[in-house]
């Protein structure tokens, strides 16, 4: 139907209807230009306004006829009030509601106060009620507003009369041409403020004749003008991807079963007890893209590359993986585009303006696994979704421990601190390592999920089930022993020293190999291009590493440099600590270099030490504050010729004869030339020794 919407008050109290206020279905349905029979079939479902229709028997006993009640649309209005529609469609839905409103409640007042025969001390108040209790908006309505309303519309009949036309949109419409230079001027990714857009326009408008607004008025029509979401894809792209961006569909057959692999880190929304610390631990999953099961996970104290090589080397050892993937979509993030992984660091990676890994030159693990590796894409539909969807399910993992943080500060829970306070409550890092070990397993074995895609012939399927059925291609690698050889850190290459080999592990620098017969021969002292060589250690065992050559031939098993003893099990996270208490100890001398003199002067001399340092700066401060930030030499035409001028000036006040300078004689140089040079032989007659002395003995 294409009436237009509004609220018919449903009748309380038993009054009959007048026939005037309606029109039968049959006229109703040419008026507004609609289906007859759907209009009636409206009617009888009641899926009209409650008051819109009515049936009436009385004019066809047996059947009866449905009357539309002509304050339900404009159009229905009585003939011969075409201006009447006209203002009706001019209102806002507000105003068209609540002159219905009104005309309903003067009818009802008019049909009781004319056929009532109880006192009005009675049934006034009755009516009030009723009407407060159907329209709440308009509270209680005295007897001098019912009878107002009943004057001015003639009982109900004439219901434009109780239009309210106050606000609205009454503000002036600006010309189509100057909206649209609005536009070119806000839509832009340069996000110019409405202000400035709009006194720009206001500039074009008055030299091309345009109708303009307000600037005020500008505010209030901009998102009626542009919508909001309009403007948020021209000036915030990425926030309108994030928030208003449609879903883009997933193909679910675009990999095979296994052969595509998506890696992602999550920190755990819980505590946990590490070591002599209390820590959030952070879980690296890698999951199936097909099937969504998780193919291999680690649970670690930070994320780094240690802990994705170490749930990397689970995945790739498990046999029931059939070998591994041909391709990974992983993070962005540093510990995942480590120079390990792909044979060269993000900085040379941005340096070359590519993105993408060569795989044919790189010398990492993926290339060597023959693994084709890609950064997944902010927003794409075949990124790291699924992995995102699957670390939202750590959640309520987390919530089954006491030390549920909360995923923001909102969901924290409130006795969170207490519990931190007490150890015993606190589960322990292996605790979580248990418990999620098992919460991994029920999801791979879990057939009862909401995935349409996860199901073969109508059966739902688990993740398990679906990689074991639809993975049809295993890969095998020729040395199996290689695997573990490669799932190491490998360092960049490095060229071997007189010291050595020098790693930098944990921000320090460790050597080895430092008189270790098979390095001799790529110490090469003398050539300006030294050999390099490849490295890989175990960052659980770093006493000793492994050293290859360019071409990942195995050299030998270097051990670390024996300076001050060397003990077994050193792992990387020593080396960290190393670092970081080597960092407190340098900073702790700058501070005693700084404050050394407290422990030498006296208190009162500290006292005066400390006032001559403010005084200092106080005077410092107004010093510079007195002085002009910078200072700008300026040249002119006339400089140095005020001089010359005073001069003139105190010649003509003592009354000189003349203001111009004595003449000077003329000098010709070319006669002192020439003059100088018939006096040369005659100067070596008389005195050659002063000629040897000014020329040189060759003169």
């Known amino acids: 139907m294409s009436a237009l919407p509004c609220q018919i008050p449903a009748p309380i109290d038993a009054r009959p209807f007048d026939l005037a206020d309606f029109i039968s279905v049959r006229e ?119 009878a107002k309303w009943e004057d001015k519309s003639d009982g109900g009949k004439n219901f434009m009369a109780l239009a309210d036309r106050r606000g609205g949109r009454q503000s002036p419409e600006a010309s189509l041409e100057a909206w649209e230079a609005f536009e070119d001027l806000f839509l832009t990714p340069k996000r ?55 879903f883009i569909h997933q193909d679910e057959e675009s990999w095979r079963a296994g052969q595509r692999w998506v890696s992602d880190g999550k920190t755990l929304d819980l505590w946990c007890t590490w070591r002599q610390s209390i820590i959030r631990p952070v879980v690296i999953c890698w999951i199936d893209w097909r099937t969504r099961r998780i193919v291999g996970w680690h649970l670690a104290s930070v994320e780094d590359s240690s802990a994705i090589l170490q749930s990397f080397g689970k995945a790739m050892r498990d046999p029931f993986n059939f070998g591994g993937p041909s391709e990974v979509a992983i ?25 993408a890994v060569d795989e044919a030159a790189a ?97 739902k399927l688990s993740p398990n089930e679906a990689f074991s059925k639809w993975c049809d291609t295993r890969r095998v690698m020729a040395d199996p022993a290689a695997l573990d050889l490669l799932l190491a850190h490998w360092h960049k290459p490095v060229t071997v020293g007189r010291n050595g080999i ?15 017969e098979a390095l001799r021969p790529y110490k090469a002292p003398g050539r300006k291009i030294k050999p390099v060589v490849n490295v890989s250690y175990d960052p659980a065992a770093l006493e000793t590493v492994r050293v290859y050559d360019s071409q990942f031939r195995f050299i030998t098993v270097a051990p670390m440099n024996r300076v001050g003893g060397v003990v077994q099990g050193m792992t990387k996270a020593d080396c960290a600590e190393t670092h970081r208490q080597i960092a407190a100890y340098r900073k702790s001398l700058r501070h005693q270099a700084e404050y050394s003199i407290t422990s030498i002067l006296s208190t009162e001399e500290q006292f005066a030490s400390a006032t001559r340092k403010r005084q200092q700066a106080e005077r410092d401060a107004a010093l510079a504050a007195a ?73």
């Open 363 to 459: 010398t990492a693990i993926y290339a060597h696994l023959n693994i084709e590796a890609h950064f997944s894409n902010p927003f794409g539909p075949n990124g790291k979704a699924r992995m995102e969807r699957f670390n939202r399910r750590l959640t309520p993992f987390a919530r089954g421990f006491d030390t549920f943080c909360g995923i923001d500060s909102t969901s924290r829970p409130e006795q969170l601190a207490d519990i931190l306070k007490n150890p015993a409550k606190i589960p322990t890092f292996a605790e979580v390592e248990t418990r999620l070990s098992a919460f991994i397993e029920n999801y791979n074995d879990d057939a009862d999920h909401a995935m349409d895609d996860l199901s073969e012939n109508g059966v």
């Open 502 to 516: 020098s790693l930098t592990i944990g921000g320090r620098t460790a050597r080895y190999g430092h008189v270790f």
């Open 331 to 355: 993070d962005n993030g540093q510990s995942y585009s480590a120079f390990m992984w792909h044979g060269s660091t993000k900085q040379e990676r941005r340096r070359a303006l590519s993105i």
């Open 627 to 699: 002085q002009p930030t910078s200072i700008i030499g300026i040249r002119t035409p006339l400089d140095g010729q005020s001089k010359q001028l005073q001069k003139q000036e105190l010649k003509i006040a003592v009354g000189a004869e003349s203001l111009s300078e004595p003449a000077t004689p003329r000098v010709d140089i070319f006669e002192k030339l020439a003059a100088a040079q018939r006096s040369i032989p005659q100067a070596r007659q008389d005195r050659p020794d002063l000629l040897e002395q000014i020329y040189g003995r060759h003169a």
């Open 28 to 146: 109703a349905a040419r008026r507004m230009n609609c289906n007859r029979n759907g209009l009636l079939r409206d009617c009888k479902d009641g899926n009209l306004p409650a008051g819109a229709a009515i049936k009436c028997d009385a004019l066809s006993p047996g059947r009866g006829q449905w009357f539309i009640a002509r304050a339900y649309d404009p159009r229905l209005a009585g003939d011969g009030q075409e201006s009447t529609i006209a203002a009706a469609e001019a209102l806002t839905g507000k105003q068209r509601n609540l002159m219905l409103q009104r005309a309903d409640c003067a009818r009802r007042y008019r049909h009781a106060r004319l056929n009532s025969r109880e006192p009005k001390a009675v049934w006034l108040p009755r009516l009030q009620a009723a009407i407060r209790q159907q329209y709440p908006a308009m509270g209680t309505l005295g007897r001098s507003t019912l």
């Open 192 to 246: 110019l403020d409405v202000r400035h857009c709009w006194k720009i326009v206001k500039n074009l408008a008055a030299k091309n004749g345009w109708r303009w607004i307000y600037y005020s008025q500008c505010q209030r029509q901009l998102d009626r003008k542009v919508p909001p979401e309009k403007q948020m894809f021209s000036r915030d792209p990425e926030r309108w991807r994030t928030q208003c961006a449609p």
